[in-house]
């Protein structure tokens, strides 16, 4: 006898490569949830500091949730993240690092605002980087060119999803939105501090605006590089 199985409203997919250390922390901040309509998928992206039999093990304690671990050899984070989501099956799709810690509303609130905005693609929210708040600002279609400015942990609609560039080392949330905006898809700001990314992760550190415009150290021309190959591959000036 057959059986249909259920879509989850949303796929929380999780990229992991050398954090498994903060992966507990986050998936608690998943299961204490008050929304409760999700898959996780966790994409283990040839990690060196945890094997595989360990993850299984770490992820045990949690065995009200529902989570697939993928195994592959190292390939980057938006390789990491396109799979996951070719895995999954949610309404809505979010992206989260394992140095992310959600707020217990966060899911609530984001999917509310989707299924109430069927005009718009994709909701994100202000987070703390450590110490560092970041308020953003409401959707802007002008300063999303000039700048980025919108977090990768946002809940997507999963039609509207193009995947993420493969080539590019730095900013592939930057250019992902800018992707999203020439196909005629907008965001909607939840004007609230939703998550907290936790120092020392695979999030690009925080940096003073005044450095990175005058391109003094390492990280600041880095980061001038990125902004310059996302201008170029967008045609923004």
């Known amino acids: 006898m057959g059986f249909t199985m259920i879509t989850p409203k949303v796929s929380i997919i999780i990229p992991l490569y050398n954090h498994a250390q903060a992966l507990a922390q986050c998936l608690q ?16 992206d040839g990690s060196t500091d945890i094997k595989p039999m360990q993850l299984e093990s770490t992820i045990k304690q949690f065995n009200n949730l529902t989570i697939r671990i993928i195994h592959q050899p190292n390939q980057g984070a938006p390789v990491a993240r396109n799979r996951g989501f070719n895995e999954s099956r949610g309404v809505y799709v979010l992206f989260c690092d394992a140095d992310v810690v959600m707020r217990p509303d966060m899911l609530e609130k984001m999917s509310r605002v989707l299924d109430e905005n069927p005009n718009v693609s994709y909701v994100y929210s202000s987070f703390k980087f450590g110490w560092k708040k970041f308020k953003l600002w409401e959707f802007d279609a002008e300063k999303l060119k000039q700048m980025p400015y919108i977090h990768t942990t946002s809940l997507i609609r999963r039609e509207h999803f193009p995947g993420f560039d493969p080539t590019l080392k730095r900013m592939q949330d930057w250019d992902l939105w800018l992707t999203m905006l020439e196909q005629g898809h907008v965001g909607k700001l939840i004007p609230e ?35 310059k190959i996302i201008k170029d591959k967008h045609h923004l000036l």
């Open 29 to 44: 901040s998943i299961k204490n949830q008050t929304f409760q309509d999700y898959e996780i998928i966790i994409v283990n």
């Open 193 to 227: 501090i939703l998550f907290a990314v936790k120092t020392g992760g695979t999030m690009s550190k925080w940096l003073p605006s005044f450095l990175t415009k005058i391109g003094l150290g390492k990280k600041a021309s880095q980061y001038q590089e990125a902004v």
